[in-house]
């Protein structure tokens, strides 16, 4: 079946633009999540999303991040001004509905590289 | 807190040799432990986890790994490594009962000489 999508695969914009990085995750997972990484590094969690709801944006670095999932599927996660620090590769997972009684696995998109310039 | 260590940035191995990439975590209550693949410009694969039950865990592509609760570790393991293995794995913790944001180690980088 069909796995995690993100478009674009790659983004580059000039500092102080705004970009908006799409997400489709598997259907029928509720979970879903939003990471960077950089170069050498380990994914960064961003937000999480149960259903439509953001049920945890304390990853989020600053108020230029922001991120929205209207219908509990496709989510857009979008950056206002960008800097050139923002430059990374953003990750989004999907999983079966997380709780902390819950061990399913999250199943990563191929990731959007967007570099700021 | 939950937080997760890979000590090694690099780990070289002989294609046909055994090959671990180790882990340590660390929680306050029981774990859930998860290994992940990332092979270059794509991104994470699930290869395996522990839940709860036997201490070792079989996954994709040949490769397992040992809970071992008393050392908080979760080292990944393959009897015989193929040059096909080479990539960067994650290991990545999460305590059951609370949070519910997995945290990713750094990622080892394995490369396999053939």
Redesign the interface.
Known sequence: GAGVSQTPSNKVTEKGKYVELRCDPISGHTALYWYRQSLGQGPEFLIYFQGTGAADDSGLPNDRFFAVRPEGSVSTLKIQRTERGDSAVYLCASSLTTGTGAGYEQYFGPGTRLTVT | AQSVAQPEDQVNVAEGNPLTVKCTYSVSGNP?L?W?VQYP??????LL?Y??GDNLVKGSYGFEAEFNKSQTSFHLKKPSALVSDSALY?C?V?E???S????????TSLIVHP
């Open positions: 859930y998860f992940y410009n794509r991104g994470l694969q699930f986890k839940i709860t994650f990545a999460r059951t009962g609370g519910y944001i997995p945290t990713f180690g750094r990622g």
